[in-house]
């Protein structure tokens, strides 16, 4: 089993040190309208951060490893319990934005109902609530006075998402005194998120749980979930990471059925149809035809995803739609599944609205994108210090490329700013997260971060928003480092 999730006793052991009093501020803050909005004291504070997705975009619900770094953007969730019933009374700092709520558990077998038709704040509150008390089966669960302050913007692609269902999962197990390996709270918080009506990957609940102040994180879902801190080059000037928000909102619920769920149908599609060509059994993801095919093979990781991206180039037919793609009833023919298997297995939790099925592009980008991941790896591992940042740079522009041209995840205003940035002293800029706005990270030195940021300030945002606030603007882009994850917090 896993370390359990960690208590932490002072703030200093998760932020930067410049945060720290910012952050002070902002949880004595929390406790105190805690106190003022339910009339009682506090008796936990649970933590958990967003993140930000060095390289590797699209491919974890492929099966492949991704390269995420957690932020000190979070959720923090301060609550209290009740022995006198098993309601959820949750508020919400912004309490215009997120109105308060309440509600009951529905026993063990239900334990909430989640509308997921609707997009509402506290259905990742339930969907956290559901992942725990579905695993722990109690019978009278506490009631729960809650406060949450969160920081990730939401639709920012900085997973914000991930980081309230996760808090929300470790409040749960917090409040009825449960234990948890930090492994278990991010392998139910990926599922339970799902019940939001988005089928995504794993990556966010891992970076959010799993991280490790100083250093990204390298995330592997196959054979089983792994993880390893992985340390950023030693450079000088040292290597900074900025964050720009396009603030063009990308809610990955709201264009689920033609961006996000869309694309785990065309890679899962692409897996099998893979398969099929290499005389492989049937299977789900790419990562498994890889696995399979090069089981005994002597080429390296790379070579083997340069052969298989060949060989991918080979085997699809030429489609009839001038390059967009193959409608479902040609996807049928070459899978050989009739179009209602197809429907039913693959588009019925998780609905899609297209006309065309674009695997070529997306095999291509998945490729190529896992196989950058593993480069980005390697060279982390084997850093030859300022030479460095110039390889991580290429390796994440070619992954904006990628995710633009052939994974189309990509928006004109991220493309905007990335090309800003790299006008200004990035070695490396690309979407983050979902994409189709959202946010873009920008690889730079620290004596660049000024430099970059203003660039981006007045060439982007006070072009593109020219009402936009100092204030606002400072939220839009931050400068970041990689912070610790998700944590019971004791020192109040
Ligand atoms: C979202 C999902 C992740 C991942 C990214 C894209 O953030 O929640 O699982 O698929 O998009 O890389």
Redesign the pocket.
Known sequence: MSAPVPSINSLDKIYDPSAVPKQDKRYKNLLAQFEKVHGRKPEFVVRSPGRV?LIG??I??CGFGVLPMAIERDVIIVGSTTDEDTKIRIANINSKKYPAREFDYEGKEKVVSIDSTKLEWSNYFKCGYKGMLEKFQLDTPKGLYLMVDGTVPAGGGL?SS?AFVCASALAVVTANNLSISKTELTEIAIVAERNVGVN?????QSASVLSEKDFALHVEFVPKLRTQAVPLPVTSPKLAFVIANTLVVAD?FVTAPRNYNLRVVETHMAALFLAKKLNLPAVDTLKEVYDLYYKDSSLSEVERFTDLLKKAEEFYPKDNSNNNGYTLDEVSQMLDIPVKELQDKYMTRFPVETDYFRLVHRTKHVLSEASRVIEFHKACENSQGDSTIKTLGDLMNASQESCDKLFMCSCPEINDVCEIARKNGSFGSRLS??GWGGSTVHLTTEDNVAKLIDAIKNEFYRKKYPNITEEELDDAIIATKPCSGAAIYTGF
């Open positions: 997705n975009e699209h974890d619900y997973s991930a995504s990957g794993g990556m966010d990955k997260g979902a």
